[in-house]
């Protein structure tokens, strides 16, 4: 009973030295802690004042900007769409004026799509490459696009390597097959039909409940014929 008696003494002694030692070193440094703390306030500060004060009402104004330039993408009005009219911005300037703004990376993906409308495929490019996000539908789409592009200015190997990415970038029944399609025509169209028949295989596998899966039937028979 003694030792255990003993061994509880210790185990205070130990715990109270060790609170006399976190209260000298505080006690020590009180200075420096109170600097370090007060540092990360104020680090804090200018965070939540940045979002509130400067982030927030930039987006909002971005998103003001930006719905009226896809008024003018939705009428096919993409030279307006692009370059804004005289009252309101269009996507490039959206893109540059709101940079840090979730409406000013989303005017790089609308920029991109409205030069590949008008046929101006490098432009088109430049600004899908630009486009972030963490939507795997958009991002998907955007890498995409920039396959698009290419296929018109004859890169089908370059093309090629964008649809790969495409696809694989996302495994969902909407982006995955479309590419994985677009993938195999330029296979065909390349004369490497069994490269072709090995994606549309995938698509009838995989992504049958697809659009492209509902019909890529004929093709695999194209392919096989070949």
């Known amino acids: 009973m003694a030792k255990k008696n003993n061994k509880t003494e ?6 109270e030295g060790a609170l006399t030692k976190t209260e000298q070193f505080i ?3 009180q200075d420096k802690l109170v600097k370090i703390v007060g540092a990360f306030v104020a680090v804090a500060c200018l965070f ?23 008024i003018y993408f939705a009428k096919d009005s993409f030279n307006l769409a692009i370059n804004g009219d005289n009252q309101y911005l269009g996507f490039l300037d959206i893109a540059d004026d709101y940079s840090s703004t979730k409406a000013g990376k989303l005017a ?31 991002s998907s789409l955007a890498i995409g696009c920039i396959g698009d592009a290419y296929m018109e200015l004859g890169e089908q190997d370059l093309a090629l390597d964008y649809f790969e990415d495409a696809a694989n970038n996302s495994d969902n029944d909407f982006t995955a ?7 195999a025509t330029v296979h065909e169209l390349q004369e490497n039909y069994d490269a072709a028949l090995e994606l549309y295989n995938i698509i ?12 890529v039937a004929k093709y695999i028979a194209r392919a096989e014929n070949r």
């Open 177 to 183: 097959p479309r590419f994985l399609m677009k993938q």
């Open 10 to 15: 210790d185990q205070f002694a130990q715990v």
């Open 48 to 70: 939540l004042g940045y979002q509130n004060f400067y982030l927030e009402p930039m987006e909002k104004e971005a998103q003001t900007e930006m719905f009226n330039a896809e």
């Open 27 to 29: 006690e020590d440094n």
């Open 108 to 138: 790089n993906y609308y920029a991109g799509l409205s030069y590949l409308y008008l046929k101006e495929y490098e432009s088109a490019i430049e600004y899908l490459e630009d486009f972030e996000s963490d939507d795997i539908i958009l």
């Open 204 to 215: 009838n596998d995989d992504y049958r409940s697809s659009r492209e899966g509902q019909n």
